[in-house]
């Protein structure tokens, strides 16, 4: 459990900090103390701040704990020093951890990776894998994912359960969108990413900046300019949304450094056929018109503030209006999750309810059976049946048990 959960890794916004000249040394630098430049697009404000210390929602990631809670357990542990085992309270601290389970073993090795990609180096299998985790989590670590996956499940099943506390329905559906961010994770890197070629961008003289959503949606290869609606983004991609089989290529940028960002391109049928992996390296370092696309795309999905290497490239961006065009939030979801959405095969994610089933044993804890409802309507008429059957399909465990807190 971590108090701040970073929507992009500390130690990758630090890769876009400002290094002076001879400074640069990868194996002596804590990327997560590095100080870059925030831009604040919302109060116009431009600060050096130390990378960790920003770009975090506070338990966007874990399970159960409201902000409040967040406070007294850290007050607890600064008292305690323990963890009574994974516990607080009685309740069990991060049951859906994702941090052990994707986050933390992908961001131990991304750096190596990033390094690799700086000096044009193949990746093998293992190292590609690295790569493709990293991208796929962007998909999923940020509020965009909490809400599409909350507005996927069907919460109001939990009204028909008794005995749950309105307490205990917020826990089963935080749990169950921690449980489906996972799940969602998953089809992103094994079946979702298939999808795409990777062009690996390389700007030696580190001009790229990182928002702070880490990913952003891209039409190409056409340039703003070339789209219909007069340049304006929200109407280009309204477009898309209303006929998905128009012809338009839709890719994601990632900027890992100031010197790469990597590109994601639909293959054609045939590449997906073939399972082609494609990783091809383009130097745009004198190309200041292809280095201005990636970081105009990368301003307009921020949602608070972008970093940047330099105190001219911000200057630049925010004298030229860049900062004032941004992607409509809904829109940004959409596109995040575009894949599951126009997606019609029977395989495709559906956000399900998770009850925890673990049993605790803490004194002031029962387990709620919800299930012998359900037994009784399976034994029911043919109706009560197929109700009772298409209840339990809305639920991913068949065991349905939930730990609810007693009453005071």
């Not at 949606?217 to 280009?236: A, R, S, T, Y």
């Amino acid at each position: 459990m971590l108090r701040k959960d970073h929507i992009v890794p500390a130690s990758i916004i630090g890769r876009f900090g400002y290094l002076p000249e001879g400074e640069y040394r990868e194996n002596k630098i804590n990327w997560r103390r590095q100080e870059v430049l925030k831009r604040d697009i919302r109060e116009n404000k431009t600060e050096c701040v130390t990378a960790e210390d920003i770009g975090y929602s506070v338990g966007e990631q874990d399970a159960n704990f409201t902000p409040k809670e967040f406070d007294e357990i850290s007050k607890y542990y600064k008292d305690q020093k323990i963890m009574d085992n994974g516990y607080y309270k009685g309740y069990k601290i991060d049951p859906i951890d994702l941090d052990k389970n994707i986050f933390h073993k992908t961001e131990r090795s991304i750096g190596d990776i990033i390094n690799l990609l700086e000096m044009h180096k193949e990746l093998d299998e293992g190292r590609f894998g690295i790569l493709v985790s990293y991208i796929a989590q962007m998909f999923v670590r940020s509020p965009f994912a909490r809400e599409f996956i909350k507005g996927s499940l069907r919460t109001d099943i939990l009204e028909m359960v008794e005995g749950l506390t309105q307490e205990d329905k917020e826990n089963i559906i935080r749990n169950s969108i921690q449980v489906n961010r996972e799940r969602l994770y998953e089809m992103y890197e094994s079946k979702y990413l298939e999808r795409y070629k990777f062009r690996i961008l390389v700007d030696n003289k580190r001009r790229f900046v990182l928002s702070d959503l880490g990913i952003s949606p891209w039409f190409m290869p056409m340039g703003i300019e070339d789209l219909p609606g007069g340049g304006d983004i929200n109407f280009v991609y309204r477009l898309y949304i209303n006929n998905p089989k128009a012809e338009y290529g839709v890719g994601y940028c990632i900027p890992l450094s100031g010197k790469v960002v990597v590109v994601l391109i639909p293959k054609s049928f045939e590449e997906w056929e073939m399972g082609v992996r494609n990783i091809e390296y383009v130097n745009i370092s004198e190309s200041r018109k292809k280095i201005d696309v990636m970081n105009v795309n990368a301003i307009h999905t921020a949602q608070n503030f972008y970093v940047a290497p330099s105190e001219d490239l911000i200057n630049f961006y925010s004298q030229n209006e860049v900062e004032s065009t941004r992607m409509n939030p809904l829109i940004l979801r959409y596109f995040l999750f575009r894949d599951y959405i126009e997606d019609e095969s029977p395989g495709s994610f559906k956000a399900s309810l998770h009850i925890n089933d673990e049993r605790v044993g803490k004194e002031g804890f029962q387990a709620l059976d919800i299930n012998k409802r359900v037994k009784d309507l399976l034994k029911g008429s043919s109706d009560e049946i197929s109700f009772a059957k298409e209840w339990l399909s809305y639920f991913r465990n068949s065991l349905l048990r939930y730990i609810g807190k007693l009453e005071d």
